[in-house]
């Protein structure tokens, strides 16, 4: 071992790096699917969602929760995003790399770099939004989504899906929780009941009249 | 299906030939009767050119030599049949190893990195006594090491590899895979921080990404995930301890 290497001793931050990426990236997974599915109350109608959502604030979840969760959306992005190629030269090898070898699970990992940092951008557009503008009424996010921001809503909810969809099925593989085939359709099934739940919420909302 | 002519687009340089820049040379052939990529091979360098410089010795995917990407994929050349293949067949050199000309690559340097790195042998301080009898070791403990020896160092893994094609000091999935094999031998007394040492950083287990073209493109079939798994959680444990 070198000088440098026993100076500073047993380095074990590439284990932590590694556990909180697992950790953050499982709780907003987590997250994603609990809100797509309170969300998704408006379905059920614009009292059943208030309600909820007043609940959620009466007991200070919301408060705790929404803080939480932008802790753990930018601990993520620290974590996680260490691993993107940021070299010109590493991202043209990867490039390469990839259009050569036509692997499925290889061109996933290349649209989760997409979609993560796209979701940064997105995501943190939508924190903002909701941070600023609550308490969260079924009023209040049916008039931004009918006010021409559909299209932002729509591709937060792909990205958002597909995004932990595909990490989800690389961590249980890396640690190698379940055989890798029946996950793959197991989370690929997930994701499509969740990305038509969000379609259907929005839906909902495109068309709540009389707001 | 019978009698193909095949056009094989072959990768050409010679790093040391100064001033030669890469190109893809194409090569026509007759299809034959369980033709594999190895075959061709040797049918073009005896028949059309001599100076194409590629790998093989044991032709019956033993030795691990005759790796290379076909249509962009690692691959033994000795086991790959044309068949399988369409008519027109690109063959190009495994990436990370060093390229020693055309389709030839010094994988040996590489292996002998890892081992040395790793301490790929059984690590002991008992003097070897030749009067007595042997340790006894179980047949599931003997198995599990065979199996954990299966590996025939050919790079395919490797080079699929995303990580080791950016990163030259990772290990990848031979590497972890070697190291799995000391971890289950009882004549390796290294304790247990020896191995987080050597394993537990970004060169090692948690620079992996989990994309599994290791084990996708392994051409011995070995059970790489969950090996790969196995020294993960394996070092998340002792990470704890130590």
Known sequence: MQFQRIVTGKIKSDLYY????LFSGLFLAGFLGMHLIFESSIIAGKKVFNNLSQTLDENYLALAGISLVVVVFFIHFLTAGRRIPTRCKEQKIIWHHTGRLRHLNTWAWVLQIITGIIILILGSIHMWVVVTDRPIKAETSALRIQSGYL???VILLLLSVVHAGIGIYRQFIKWGWFPRKPLGYVIGFISIFFILLGFTALFTFLRAGGL | MKNRELTLNIFRYDPNIPGREPYMQPYSLQE?????????LNQIRENQDPSLKFDFVCRAAICGSCGMLVNGRPRLACKTLTRDLPEVITLMPLPVFKLIGDLSVDTGSWFRQLSIKTGAWVHSDKSFNPNCQEERMSNETALKIYEAERCIECGCCIAGCATANIRDDFLGAAGLYKIARFMVDPRDERPEEKYFDVVSSEEGVFGCLGLM?????CPMELPLQVQLAYVRRKMALIGFRV
Request: charged share 25%.
């Open chain 2, 213 to 217: 073209a290791c084990e996708d493109n």
């Open chain 1, 18 to 21: 590694d556990l909180i990426e």
């Open chain 2, 32 to 40: 034959t009767e369980g033709m594999t990529i190895f075959i061709a």
């Open chain 1, 151 to 153: 299209w932002f809503y």
